[in-house]
C-alpha cells in the first residue's frame, strides 16, 4: 500500500495512459511541477483478451510532467487533492 510507480517527464504535455498488461486497479494522479492536477480514482484493469484498440485511455486534464500510479484507493486514503503539492527527492 506504500509503493507505487513514478513517471517523470522532461517537459509538461498532455499525457495518455492506458492499462494495457495491468492486473490490478489502480489511482492515477497526474502533476505538473510538483502539484496535483488531477486523480483518476479506482481505474479498472481490462478484462482478459481485450484488445488494445478497445483499451480504455486516460487523458491527464491539462499538460503534466509527471505522473504517479497508486494502488487503487490509496490516493483518498492520503488525502491527494487537486491543488496539493507532492515532491519528489528524485529531482
Known sequence: PDEGM???F???RQRVFWMKDMLIPIDIVWLSEGVVLGIE???SPPQPGTADGAL???HSPGPVD????LAAGRAAHIG???GQRVD???R
Open 88 to 90: 519528489f527527492p528524485l
Open 66 to 69: 509527471a505522473v504517479i500510479e
Open 41 to 43: 480514482f479506482n481505474v
Open 56 to 58: 480504455a485511455r486516460y
Open 80 to 82: 491527494l487533492v487537486p
Open 10 to 12: 522532461p517537459d509538461a
Open 6 to 8: 513514478v513517471f517523470l
